[in-house]
């Protein structure tokens, strides 16, 4: 037989997980559903969005939730030239950090520009929702740039 | 566990309980060196064994490594393709991804001149009949068929030969 | 410096079973955690550093899920750390936790083991299909099932033991709140007419699938004595072990494996056992398939080889007996399998802290914890007291 | 504490991918080359723990059957963590802190190569919010790297600096993946992969494995003609949400470094587990270490990332260096989690 022939083949993992959320994460995500965005209160007064349910400092449970916009500024950016498979999108994006109006926190989410010199930091973008929402956290398509915003 | 205050818009609505996030990861599987030589060789209806350098016994599949050792194996060892149940299990559940007829039977099976029972199906015989120092021989799918896969070898079936003497299978019970 | 005493201040666990639908992961966790800290008197400031195990990621499909649960534990500006032994994980997770204790380095450790097998299914995680390998064909019942058919010819034991297993534990379960089966009309019929799915093992012979956490808070000798002086005796521990052996190897016995002996072994003389019957009032034995019992009673040394059956049929391991083993109802009554094994070492602390509540043994003194995992080939043991130990 | 010291240090030579072999028959002569090292057998050895990750093998408890490299027989005293192995190194180290062990052997192994590594490191996020987006570690690092850039704590000419010297440093390591003589200045001049992380300042794809032995007491000096003493060691984490941390800066470093008493003597070498060539501009500042000090000789994880043995190796690779007579304290580094959410620091001295 051929001496040293490697074999390899496809291995995949494959599954449908269902995750049940508590009430906290599944607050902000019916809000999500129903087309606005919560966050929580800290134990130092910030809100958190998204919200968490124990605090990032003292680790204690956290209670208060709170309604915050669905437009805010990027903190930080990235620019993806080449999405990944499964990735919010197939043509480049940015991803971000961004704070909402009323978060004293910022969030993951993907900002959708036509290209990277469209990006700032500190520019205001807006939440894109989808027209069919279910509770997720893709219930926001991406943000995009406010018109007439800050940059 | 501490009550939630919500803001009031969440008020009387259905609260969402759990999310679906599916996921699906590709890999290249990389069987090794001497597990892809041990599966060239069943792709020829060979079954290739290797010795220990230090403690002599033969393991099939070949590993490359001795376990209890901890040291490269390379001298190779063909096996015939006959062996003994040393011990076995009747499967009457369903599971994932399965798709066997019930009841069957999985076995561990020592070949011969092999000093690890190897697990593989027992058919052609009633569930009910299979037993310990069973003789059995491997039943191969058709040529086309064949391929670098322990899944070449369809099943063992009872050779018809008198049962291996306990003693000389007891020690991988 | 020398090894510290390590005592046992607070355990935690939560109401195990099927589907916690009501909680997140770290929800999960966080609860078995909290009652522990609550059972210790302490809050999440008390805490020097966190130890966390659990079986697969892929049972939850999230990778080092200890990154994300490092606030739920409160963990943040502290050591956390994460151990996977497969099913041993949940003993040697205290293990590990405790060796930080004894070895002076933290004052106070959290130490948590959990599974959420319901964000996928134990059946799907335990028996993915690798490439060229000849598929799982039956599980991890399959892959036992051959072991007990060895030790039933080995040892000559009846086919009803494994029954009387079972029915004792399921009972032993419902003196167990946080017990996930809880099967008020269970008799020795019903057990023996339930499916035999991996024959020899029947339906109700083998383990169900749980979500469920346990924690434990672990001191020092001086947080030892604190609880002690208010009326809290901690569960001093008395000795700890691992052994590991390869899966597979010519010769390896999967019915008695060395490596469980040896473990056993080590423990005892760690405690100053020489008689283990005698000398251990209660066992809490990792027990997913009924027959596992005899077959642990024999590899602990409590009997001699092939005579652990006698034990099951005699009625010594039941709560009445002179060896009672699992009083919680066990692996076989709850098992979310990574915090299974932490189960066992917290159950056994439990009663000789006296805290068990209905399934206590009155006066128990000294109780083995034992978890293993693999295929019969890790294990990790720990040995508590109520008494302090000599050093 | 008790005196223990890392004796030796075995390891593959890195690679883009090594399909040539399963785990098994990669860290069979990385072990083999460690006990060798270190003048013992493996019946010599009290305690064995490893560090692998599942998600990288795409294998549920794969690193039961990797354990047999070792030949663990008769049984051993053994465990395992699911975290780099420079936090078995540390259970190990605990180990024999309590008497149980006087030698202990850790090894730990991963491979880059099989999966899309970036959509399988996705699975490290927080289940809810983030993995579903599957966010991966490139693109974090690079909000990350922006945050720092715009915070003015480095710049992208200091980022291409550190890529250059770890490719200049590389030249000397016959294991590492890249070396060469890289300009910053041309450096710069690349395309971007995920802005403002060009390729080169990503880490490589990799496999391998490390292993490293330590040694109690006189042990040590028995095994070892200048055993590199353990004198600090500590680790921390910090919050998982990307959002709630300051990116710019590593808190959980700065807290281990002073845990570790990093700042009670000088260091002479650093080896820094940066995956990142920013993140070891944000770990050298959070370990106070001045310009005098040589960061990262062996090329660091830019010249080479098997994932799970990378920070074993910085340990492994300080211990050497103290070893060879070449420093007299040395500092050792880990990390784990995205973005620097956890990290492990080592202090090691001569004697």
Not at chain 3, 170 to 176: E, F, G, P, T, W
Request: proline share 6%; with cysteine.
């Amino acid at each position: 037989m051929a001496d040293g022939e490697l074999l390899t083949a496809e291995l995949i993992i494959e599954y449908p997980f269902s995750r049940t959320t508590g009430p906290v994460i599944g607050a902000f995500f019916t809000a999500l559903r129903e087309g606005f965005i919560v966050g929580i209160k800290a134990s130092d007064g910030r809100v958190l969005v998204p919200p968490f349910e124990y605090d990032p400092i003292t680790s204690e449970s956290l209670t208060e939730m709170v309604e915050v916009g669905d437009a805010g500024e990027v903190v930080t950016w990235a620019w993806v030239n080449d999405p990944l498979e499964g990735q919010p999108f197939d043509r480049p994006f940015a991803f971000a950090l961004i704070k909402l109006d009323g978060a004293d926190t910022p969030m993951l989410h993907a900002v959708d520009v036509a290209d990277e010199s469209a990006m700032s930091t500190g520019m205001r973008v807006q939440a894109r929702w989808r027209a069919e929402r279910e509770g997720h956290i893709n219930d926001i398509e991406c943000f995009a740039p406010v018109d007439g915003g800050a940059s | 566990m501490s009550e939630i205050t919500l803001p009031a818009r969440l008020d009387d609505l259905e609260m969402v309980k759990s999310i679906r996030t599916p996921a699906r990861l590709e890999y290249d599987y990389m069987p090794g060196a001497a597990p892809s030589r041990f599966l060239q060789g069943v792709a020829q209806k060979r079954l290739l064994g290797q010795r220990c350098p230090v403690c002599r016994k033969v393991y099939v599949p070949a590993r490359g490594c001795c376990p209890t050792d901890g040291v490269p194996t390379e001298e190779e060892v063909e096996l015939p393709h006959v062996g003994t149940v040393t011990s076995f299990c009747v499967v009457n559940v369903q599971f994932y991804g399965q798709v066997m007829e019930l009841p069957y039977v999985s076995a561990l099976i020592l070949l011969d001149g092999s000093d690890i029972p190897l697990m593989h199906l027992i058919q052609e015989v009633d569930a009910r009949e299979v037993h310990m120092g069973q003789r059995v021989e491997a039943v191969w799918v058709p040529d086309d068929e064949i391929g670098p896969t322990l899944e070449s070898i369809k099943y063992f079936r009872p050779t018809g030969e008198p049962d291996a003497a306990w003693d000389t299978y007891k020690d991988n019970v | 410096m020398g090894k510290q005493r390590v005592a046992i201040v607070g355990i935690g666990q939560t109401h195990h079973t099927a589907v916690r639908g009501d909680v997140s992961i770290a929800g999960l966790v966080r609860e078995a955690a909290q009652r522990a800290l609550d059972d210790a008197q302490m809050s999440w400031a008390d805490i020097d550093a966190v130890v966390i195990g659990k079986a697969p990621d892929f049972f939850e499909g999230v990778m080092m899920p200890e990154l994300y649960l490092a606030d739920a534990l409160g963990a943040v500006g502290k050591p956390m750390f994460r151990v996977h032994t497969a099913g041993s994980v949940g003993g040697s997770t205290a293990i590990v936790a405790q060796d930080l204790v004894a070895a002076g380095i933290h004052e106070r450790v959290l130490t948590v083991a959990f599974e959420k097998q319901s964000e996928s299914e134990a059946m799907w995680a335990l028996s993915m299909k690798i490439p060229f390998q000849p598929p799982m064909h039956a599980g991890a019942g399959g892959y036992f099932a051959p072991h007990i058919r060895g030790y039933m010819q080995r040892s000559g034991a009846p086919d009803h033991i494994g029954i009387l297993v079972a029915l004792k534990d399921r009972q032993n379960a419902l003196k167990n709140p946080y017990a996930h089966l809880h099967e008020h009309d269970i008799t020795f019929d019903s057990v023996k007419d339930s499916m035999m799915l991996w024959d020899p093992i029947r339906y109700s012979e083998t383990c169900p699938s749980s979500d469920g956490a346990c924690a434990l808070v672990i001191t020092n000798e001086k947080g030892g004595d604190a609880a002690a002086a208010a009326g809290r005796p901690p569960a001093w521990v008395k000795g700890t072990a691992f052994r590991s052996e390869p899966t597979m190897f010519a010769g390896r016995d999967q019915v008695n494996p060395v490596g469980g002996t040896e473990c056993a072994r080590d423990v005892y003389a760690q405690a100053g056992i020489t008689d283990p019957r005698k000398q251990i009032d209660v066992v809490e034995m990792y027990v997913p398939f009924s027959w596992f019992e005899p077959m642990w009673l024999e590899n602990l040394l409590f009997a001699e080889e092939g005579q652990g059956w006698k034990m099951v049929e005699d009625g010594a391991t039941q709560m009445d007996g002179d060896l009672p083993v699992n009083c919680s109802g066990g692996v076989l009554s709850s098992n979310p399998i990574g915090a299974s094994g932490m189960l066992r070492f917290g159950e056994a602390a439990m009663q000789v802290r006296g805290q068990a509540g209905e399934h206590q043994i009155d006066g128990a003194r000294t109780a083995l914890g034992h978890a293993y995992g693999g295929g019969s080939q890790f294990f990790a043991m720990w040995i508590v007291g109520a008494d302090k130990p000599d050093s | 504490m008790r005196d223990v010291a890392i004796i030796s240090l075995g390891q593959t030579d890195h690679a883009r991918e090594r399909n040539d072999v399963n785990d098994v028959e990669m860290l069979m002569p990385v072990l083999a080359d460690a006990m060798k090292a270190a003048n013992i057998t493996k019946d010599r050895v009290d305690f064995v723990c490893s560090g692998s990750s599942d998600y990288l093998a795409g294998q549920g408890f794969s690193f039961v059957t990797t354990l047999d490299a070792f030949g663990p027989w008769p049984p051993i005293s053994e465990s395992h963590v699911d975290m780099d192995g420079a936090w078995a190194l540390y259970e190990a180290w605990v180990k024999m802190q309590s008497g149980h062990a006087d030698i202990s052997l850790i090894y730990a192994y991963g491979r880059s190569s099989p999966g899309d590594i970036r959509r399988v490191m996705s699975r490290q996020l927080d289940p809810y919010y983030t993995a579903p987006l599957w966010a991966d570690p490139v693109s974090l690092a690079a909000l990350q790297a922006r945050a720092g850039l715009e915070a003015g704590s480095f710049t992208e000419e200091q980022m291409a600096e550190v890529v250059a010297a770890s490719r200049r440093n590389a030249k000397a390591n016959p294991h590492a993946q890249l070396s060469g003589d890289a300009e910053a200045k041309a450096l710069l001049d690349e395309d971007y992969f995920v802005s403002p992380l060009h390729k080169h300042d990503c880490p490589p794809i990799t496999d391998g494995a490390a292993c490293v032995i330590i040694a109690a007491g006189d042990v040590a000096r028995e095994l070892s003609d200048r055993p590199a003493w353990i004198r600090g060691f500590d680790h921390r984490i910090e919050p998982n949400a990307l959002g709630v941390r300051d990116l710019t800066t590593s808190v959980s470093t700065r807290q281990a470094a002073d845990k570790a008493q990093v700042a009670a003597g000088g260091v002479d070498v650093a080896e820094i587990h940066a995956p990142f060539s920013h993140q070891e501009l944000i770990l050298r500042d959070a370990l106070g270490l001045g310009d005098d000090v040589s960061i990262n000789p062996s090329g660091g994880a830019l010249a080479a990332n098997p994932i799970m043995a990378a920070g074993l190796i910085r340990l492994g690779e300080a211990a050497a260096r103290i070893g060879r007579g070449e420093a007299d304290r040395a500092l050792g580094h880990a990390t784990s989690g995205v973005c620097l959410q956890q990290n492990l620091v080592c202090v090691l001295e001569g004697e």
